[in-house]
């Protein structure tokens, strides 16, 4: 079993900048891919970026240019920097990592006000 705990959701204006983080930790040896993925309402979860453990990365089209995620073998996170943040951003966004299975966060909400 893998645990994930997210922090660094809040609420921003248009136009600002939120860090997201997730530490994992339990049975931690084979991770493959962290990522984060976010809800809206009424939405399916999507992708929003992931990074291999060699620093492969892969973004939705959506956020590119604003968003960079970067990951600490050593320290087991993933961090997600949200640049120049849009409404459409708000979600709750979840901390993935793929090892045998998938393993979920608890999410963190993100609200970004125009």
């Known amino acids: 079993q893998v645990q994930l705990v997210e922090s660094g959701g809040g609420l921003v204006q248009a136009g600002g900048s939120l860090r997201l983080s997730c530490a994992a930790s339990?049975?931690?040896?084979?991770?493959?891919?962290m990522g984060w993925y976010r809800q809206a309402p009424g939405k399916q979860r999507e992708l929003v970026a992931s990074?291999?453990?060699?620093?492969?990365?892969n973004y939705a089209d959506s956020v590119k240019g604003r968003f960079t995620i970067s990951r600490d073998n050593a320290k087991n996170t993933v961090s997600l920097q949200m640049n120049s943040l849009k409404p459409e951003d708000t979600a709750v966004y979840y901390c993935?990592?793929?090892?045998?299975?998938?393993?979920w966060g608890r999410g963190t909400q993100v609200t970004v006000s125009s």
């Open positions: 990074i291999t453990r060699v620093g492969s990365t």
């Open positions: 993935n990592v793929k090892r045998d299975m998938d393993y």
């Open positions: 339990g049975s931690i040896f084979g991770i493959i891919v």
